[in-house]
């Protein structure tokens, strides 16, 4: 199944001024408009139980928006799918890791040849996970078995860690978009 996702870099005059969110809805509006000749502004919304969005009148549209650093990422797909980006940045890897992973990991995750990407790469697979559920922090993140649903891994360079989540493996499709807010 075919997934597209939109995505840019935040410009420089939009650094550090909180903007991403309203860049992924440019992104979801260019996307629903390219993919699918909607215009996001006459498609009503909701929020499952856990606050995931949805198009209520598009029931095989599915999208999911993920930000972090310079990229901000809007996927399009025929089913349910949770997508997200981290940029890289020290923290205490092994306090985050007891409230992510299983006891069991942990040690695997820090004695890894390159802890921090082994780090990252856990984030973001759960992170996904939870994005694709709907389930959100409602889950605890040591409880998401890697064995359920397809995922696939971001190349997207040294600085940061990227996953999709979904049911079915996607064949993915990647857009540039060049996002000018007023």
Same mark, same amino acid.
């Given at each position: 199944?075919?997934?597209?996702?939109?995505?840019?870099?935040?410009?420089?005059? !939009?650094?550090?001024?909180?903007?991403?969110?309203?860049?992924?809805?440019?992104?979801?509006?260019?996307?629903?408009? *390219?993919?699918?000749?909607? #215009?996001? =502004? &006459?498609?009503?919304?909701?929020?499952?139980?856990?606050? #995931?969005?949805?198009?209520?009148?598009? /029931? =095989?549209?599915?999208?999911?928006?993920?930000?972090?650093?310079?990229?901000?990422?809007?996927? @399009?797909?025929?089913? &349910?799918?949770?997508? +997200?980006?981290?940029?890289?940045? =020290?923290?205490?890897?092994?306090?985050?890791?007891?409230?992510?992973? /299983?006891?069991?990991?942990?040690?695997?995750?820090?004695? $890894?040849?390159?802890?921090?990407? $082994?780090?990252?790469?856990?984030?973001?697979? *759960?992170?996904?996970?939870? =994005?694709?559920?709907?389930?959100?922090?409602?889950?605890?993140?040591?409880?998401?078995? @890697?064995?359920?649903?397809? !995922?696939?891994?971001? +190349? @997207?360079?040294? +600085?940061?860690?990227?996953?999709?989540?979904?049911? +079915?493996? @996607?064949?993915?499709?990647?857009?540039?978009?060049?996002?000018?807010? /007023?």
């Amino acid at each position: 199944m075919k997934a597209v996702i939109f995505f840019t870099e935040v410009a420089q005059q !939009y650094e550090h001024k909180n903007m991403e969110h309203m860049i992924g809805e440019k992104l979801l509006e260019t996307g629903l408009l *390219r993919e699918y000749g909607l #215009k996001l =502004k &006459e498609e009503p919304r909701a929020t499952g139980e856990h606050g #995931k969005p949805f198009l209520s009148l598009q /029931p =095989k549209i599915h999208y999911n928006i993920t930000h972090s650093g310079k990229y901000v990422m809007c996927i @399009l797909a025929g089913q &349910e799918v949770g997508i +997200d980006v981290q940029q890289h940045r =020290k923290a205490n890897y092994e306090r985050m890791l007891e409230r992510m992973v /299983p006891q069991d990991m942990i040690r695997e995750i820090l004695d $890894a040849d390159e802890p921090e990407k $082994a780090f990252f790469t856990q984030w973001v697979l *759960r992170e996904a996970y939870i =994005k694709w559920t709907g389930e959100g922090l409602s889950r605890d993140l040591r409880t998401i078995s @890697l064995d359920e649903g397809s !995922y696939i891994l971001l +190349d @997207l360079g040294e +600085d940061y860690s990227g996953a999709i989540w979904s049911q +079915d493996p @996607l064949e993915l499709q990647w857009e540039h978009v060049d996002v000018q807010l /007023p």
